[in-house]
């Protein structure tokens, strides 16, 4: 974990920081966006979308929480695998609480949706009770928003007195540029197949307010790993990637609340999960 910022005090309140851990794909980035009440981390039915640590912070009346989602535990092999497992552990360290989550169709007991009847929890509640003392645990659907409140209630609750870290009004610690990267990441998650999406990096390298303030100019590269991957996501006279851009366009316009010109070009990084350099430039190699 980062430092903290410089608190600003306040009797009575309550603050901390709060991981989202567990294993790929049981709906970690769901959870946090339903509990900030917007969309801060991407979201596909794809296992290991998250990989870098995504800070959400949500600000109440009388509390402050820094919510931290991060890469599954369980990750690929080599260098960048490493890199997503060390992540996971970082946002283990200097929390003042740890939410698992786990999924019900096999604490926050994530999907309870897809479970009925309901009774069926019972069993799965107890078998963790008995692995770990929990302080608490709340079955939960993060898509369908099922005993959120009560989860986090539950995490006011057991957050420590303390200050606001953050400004009111602030929703994440990251760069702009980082979410813009990650937004279109997603829209390769969601139309492209197999090794691709896992083989792709975004990097924004332009990001400006034309005169007016009435446009925003992005410009990103996709990087591939080989030739026939950036074929694909190029595909047939372009249109993959005019699909990939329109999606990701109609999301920047919703999260910037103007106009977007994206422009989007896609490069060959020769095996670049297992690049030291390249994992650095994609901000992809931690530093201690």
């Not at 890199?83 to 999924?103: H, S």
């Not at 760069?175 to 829209?187: D, G, L, N, S």
């Not at 996709?222 to 074929?231: L, T």
Request: glycine share 8%; proline share 8%.
């Amino acid at each position: 974990m980062p430092d903290r910022p410089g608190p600003s005090t306040s009797p009575e309140h309550r603050s901390g920081f709060v991981s989202l851990v567990g294993r790929p794909n049981v709906g970690k980035s769901t959870l946090l966006n339903r509990l900030l009440g917007q969309k801060m981390a991407i979201v596909s039915p794809r296992p290991q979308t998250t990989r870098n640590r995504i800070t959400g912070i949500k600000t109440l009346p009388g509390a402050q929480v820094v919510f931290v989602d991060t890469p599954g535990l369980g990750a690929p092999p080599g260098r960048f695998g490493e890199f997503m497992i060390r992540t996971a552990l970082r946002a283990l360290e200097d929390v003042d609480l740890i939410c698992l989550v786990g999924e019900a169709t096999e604490l926050a007991l994530n999907k309870v949706d897809l479970v009925s009847p309901k009774e069926r929890l019972l069993p799965l509640i107890d078998a963790y009770r008995v692995r770990h003392p929990f302080r608490e645990i709340v079955p939960i659907s993060a898509t369908a928003g099922t005993n959120v409140d009560r989860l986090e209630a539950a995490i006011l609750e057991a957050l420590p007195p303390g200050p606001a870290y953050y400004p009111e009004g602030t929703t994440t610690d990251q760069p702009e540029t980082f979410f813009v990267a990650e937004i279109i990441r997603e829209k390769l998650f969601l139309l492209t197949r197999e090794e691709v999406p896992y083989a792709s990096a975004v990097r924004v390298e332009e990001l400006t307010e034309r005169p007016g303030g009435e446009l925003l100019y992005i410009r990103a590269v996709i990087f591939v790993e080989r030739e026939p991957q950036k074929a694909i996501v190029i595909g047939e006279g372009g249109r993959m990637l005019k699909w990939i851009g329109q999606a990701a366009r109609r999301e920047l316009e919703a999260f910037f609340g103007i106009k977007v010109y994206l422009e989007l070009q896609v490069r060959v990084r020769w095996h670049w999960r297992r690049d030291e350099r390249a994992l650095r430039e994609f901000g992809y190699l931690l530093t201690s």
